[in-house]
């Protein structure tokens, strides 16, 4: 059996806002498991990063975590990460839980060397003797298809867009965390680009011990690097599965619709529909099922009642009270 | 020696290697920086050169008229000593006058006052200048280093009754104009609440003080410059504090500032190395600029204050037209202000990594 790693539970996030409250993140819930890629998708402004920055408790000051709990495990220690004080989440940021965030184009500090960020990272959580820890970032670099020499003593300036990614998921494997989470890593960068990155994290993860949690628009990269997907539609998860399941038996119209408008896992292209109507607003949401204004199965009660996640298959879970008509459609 | 006589047998190759090391030199960023400031200097002295004597009046008519005014001569007499006195013919044509001046300045020689008994105008510089360079430079240093120190506390602290407090202040006092403020002291607190005694701190140093490094002297000078230094920090600390608030503000934004810390980083080596350093960046430009303006000094406030040093000067040489001493007092202001503005363009290469490309030669 293997260990969960990460369990979150009934988390609720918002931001107050001019015109009203932000519902962010609404109740989401899920596990994460030891070695276990996990990714989030959904359309931009869904709450994927959000979530993200809520588990390392990295969210802007105007945010409010409302309600939930988030728990790490590790050697059998329990950490409730929204009750940590100061001192012992700077101590869990980055050596338990590595961010890496979205656009890390400017993830760097401008005036400083890619080595002295690393050991300014190493020095922050107790780990002294440089020699010790160039070894260790030097293995790293390697790993992640760079040339130490080239890349250690340079300014952040000097490198390029994918290779600062790539020297930023370095730095996040520097502390061997138990999980990381990479927002978006791989947008604003090129098609190729993109590609060595995922396949320099395919890399990591078959010699590394870590679990990954993957947040993307793009369900072509989840594809190819989660084990399971969660779809995330208005700040709530609405289906969770199998990566197999989520492409190819998706019982959330709303997986459904994002799962028809990409190549899928074997290869075969279907036909591009893309979802009509428009995002939900997170300050004033549809009553019932967010989805239903944008839903071709929408019945009375999806305007009505907000369906909760149920199994569907093993493994499988969706909030949708008409999963089975969506099934017999497809 | 023995490229010597290798390049001897290569001479067609040594032309092209001596064409590529001119365009070398030509392109180099630091040369072409030292030229420009070069010329800049150059027509800010003919500029002011012209200008000076565009001014009514001439140095002659106002010691006539001081004469007639203080001794109660006539205007013959007054003429008389005033032709004796001047040994300058200021009825040459003003392109001579220009060709002579800007001959002797190549030769260093920054000519000699029409007043003060003819001292040389280097030796007026030398005797004011450093007073001012004290004065001014300490408040500058001052101002800045707590100015930046605010304006950090400002932007970390933002929105709160501090922050309130501290930007108001910093509004206000940088809205008053200096001489103001050093009127207001002499009133309140000399006048008026007699806490100062103003006359006694006039001067740079107190009568029959003993330059030298004894306590009593550095005690004295800074006696003395006390005021002066008090009203410049008072009146410029506002425009850093400021400036390093609105800075550190965009800089808190940064992504590698909420990196810093996910990457679990304590928070003092954040606001030091990460926001800190890359906020104060844009403000050094400035402090080099404002280092140029240390020269020049505060005309207004050292008069106020009778303190001694080179802004005092110019204003009494432009009392009495003076065109010497005017001339050589701009032609340091000048100097110092292109040469801060260089410095400032060099060390900004060497502060931010990223312009430090644009100053290496093109490879
Ligand atoms: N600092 C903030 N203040 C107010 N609203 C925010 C803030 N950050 C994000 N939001 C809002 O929260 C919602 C979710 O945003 P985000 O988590 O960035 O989504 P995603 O990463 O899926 O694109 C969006 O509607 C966005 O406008
Ligand atoms: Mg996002």
New interface residues.
């Given amino acids: 059996m293997t260990k969960t790693v990460l369990e979150v539970k009934n988390l609720w996030v918002e931001y107050p806002a001019r015109r009203g409250v932000v519902q962010a993140v609404r109740g989401v819930s899920f596990d994460l498991c030891q070695g276990e890629t996990l990714a989030f998708i959904g359309e931009s402004g869904s709450g994927k990063t959000t979530l993200g920055l809520a588990l ?1 408790r ?1 969210l802007p000051k105007s945010a409010r975590v409302r309600q939930g709990n988030i728990l790490f495990y590790q050697n059998g220690r329990v950490q409730d990460v929204l009750a940590l004080s100061q001192e012992d989440l ?6 338990d839980c ?2 890496v ?1 979205q ?10 060397r890619v080595e002295s960020q690393f050991y ?2 190493a020095r ?2 107790g780990m002294t003797g440089t020699a010790h820890v160039k070894q260790r970032a030097i293995d790293l670099l390697r790993m992640v298809q760079l040339d130490p020499n080239r890349v250690f003593r340079s ?1 952040p ?1 000097e490198l390029s867009g994918g290779m600062r990614q790539r020297v ?1 998921i370095a ?1 996040g494997l520097l502390l061997q965390p138990q999980v990381i989470i990479l927002d978006e890593p791989t947008t604003a960068l090129d098609i190729l680009t993109q590609r060595s990155i995922i396949e320099v994290l395919r890399k990591l993860k078959k010699e590394l011990d870590f679990s990954l949690i993957f947040i993307s628009h793009d369900l072509s990269l989840a594809a190819e690097l989660a084990d399971r997907v969660a779809t995330v539609y208005a700040g709530t998860i609405v289906e969770i599965g199998g990566v197999y399941d989520i492409f190819e038996r998706a019982r959330h119209p709303y997986t459904q619709a994002l799962t028809h408008s990409v190549p899928t896992v074997t290869g075969d292209l279907r036909d591009l529909t893309s979802i009509p109507g428009s995002p939900p607003d997170l300050i004033v949401l549809p009553p019932g099922c967010a989805f239903h204004p944008r839903c071709p199965f929408a019945t009375q009660r999806c305007k009505e009642q907000e369906p909760p996640l149920e199994p569907v298959g093993e493994g499988q879970f969706a909030a949708c009270w008409n999963w089975r008509e969506a099934m017999n459609k497809t | 020696m023995a490229t010597q006589a290798i390049s001897t047998s290569l001479a067609p190759q040594k032309r092209t290697s001596l064409k590529v090391y001119f365009w070398r030199v030509a392109n180099n960023y630091v040369l072409r920086r030292v030229i420009k400031a070069l010329a800049t200097i150059f027509v800010v002295i003919t500029v002011t050169f012209f200008i000076i004597r565009l001014m009514p009046s001439n140095p002659v008519d106002i010691f006539i008229q001081e004469q007639m005014a203080l001794y109660n001569s006539s205007y013959q007499e007054a003429r008389d000593r005033a032709a004796a006195l001047f040994a300058i013919d200021l009825t040459a044509p003003v392109t001579q006058q220009y060709l002579d001046y800007m001959g002797n300045l190549l030769r260093g020689d920054l000519g000699k006052s029409y007043r003060s008994q003819g001292a040389g105008v280097a030796d007026i510089i030398k005797q004011f200048l450093p007073w001012t360079l004290f004065s001014v430079g300490t408040a500058l240093f001052i101002s800045f280093t707590l100015g930046v120190a605010l304006g950090m506390v400002m932007a970390y602290r933002r929105e709160t009754p501090l922050d309130y407090v501290l930007s108001t202040f910093a509004s206000l006092v940088s809205s008053i104009p200096n001489y103001l403020i050093a009127i207001i002291i002499i009133v309140t607190f000399g006048s008026q609440l007699r806490i100062l005694n103003i006359a006694q701190m006039r001067g740079s140093i107190s009568p029959g003080v003993q330059p030298g490094f004894t306590l009593k002297f550095i005690g004295d000078v800074l006696y003395h410059a006390a005021l002066p230094i008090f009203v410049y920090v008072l009146t410029t600390i506002g425009s850093w504090m400021l400036a390093m608030k609105s800075s550190t503000v965009a800089t808190l934004e ?3 500032v ?9 928070d003092s ?1 954040i606001m030091t ?2 926001v800190g ?2 906020a104060a ?1 844009p403000l050094f430009t400035q402090l080099a600029i404002s280092i140029g303006f240390v020269v020049g000094g505060s005309v207004l406030i050292e008069t106020i204050f009778v303190y001694q040093g080179i802004g005092q000067q110019l204003l009494k040489a432009i009392n009495q037209r003076d065109y010497p001493v005017m001339q050589g007092i701009f032609l340091i202001i000048t100097v110092a202000v292109v040469f801060a503005n260089l410095l400032a363009d060099l060390l900004y290469g060497r ?4 312009i430090r ?1 644009g100053s290496e030669e093109t490879k």
């Fill in positions: 390392v990295l700077r101590q869990f940021r980055w050596r590595a961010m965030f656009g890390a184009q400017n993830s760097f500090n401008p005036v400083l300014d990272t922050a959580h300014f300036h930023l730095l | 940064e992504d590698y909420t990196v810093a810390r996910a990457r679990g980083l304590k080596r190395s990460y350093r890359n960046l502060l931010d990594p990223r490309v």
